[in-house]
């Protein structure tokens, strides 16, 4: 109950601040999900009221860009590199092992709350494909037996 209360005092703390700015809806946006970790669904009501706006032109925006989430991500968040130079160096297979080891697909986050998986379109290692990033960590060449060697690296030190 406690946490909701905050959720929700931070929202509004950023609607108040950022209401008037010229173009408001993004960087409210931005703001929240910096504050947060994510936008709750439940805070979309509070937006739209504080920009008089409808839910609908609110929760459009959120669902069209993928940076955007509305669940909580994971301790760790994996981003995994799509751009062309991962992508010719097996960067789909290493996709399909990550989201099949994980057990979950992009934007979505691990039952135990441990990972959320996210793509990214490019890292700046491209001479390492295919890369990846959990935290501030980039990876370069990584197989799926790194990556499972990394995942159980982690997961040990959480």
Do not use: W
């Not at 946490?3 to 509004?12: F, H, M």
């Not at 062309?84 to 297979?93: F, I, V, Y």
């Amino acid at each position: 109950m406690t946490e909701s209360i905050s959720a929700e005092a931070t929202v509004q703390e950023v609607i108040n601040t950022l209401k008037n700015k010229p173009g408001a809806l993004l960087p409210i946006l931005h703001g929240i999900q910096d504050a947060l970790g994510y936008i709750p669904t439940d805070s979309v009501p509070a937006i739209a009221r504080g920009l008089n706006l409808s839910r609908a032109e609110v929760h459009g925006v959120i669902s069209f860009y993928h940076y955007f989430r509305d669940t909580p991500p994971g301790k760790q968040t994996i981003h995994l590199c799509r751009a062309e130079s991962c992508q010719a160096m097996g960067g789909k297979l290493l996709e399909q092992h990550v989201k099949t080891r994980l057990g979950i697909d992009f934007h979505e986050t691990t039952a135990d709350g441990k990972f959320s998986l996210e793509p990214v379109y490019c890292l700046g290692n491209c001479a390492c494909s295919p890369a990846m990033q959990i935290g501030k960590e980039i990876y370069g060449r990584v197989s799926t037996n790194s990556f499972d060697a990394i995942i159980d690296e982690t997961e040990q030190l959480a």
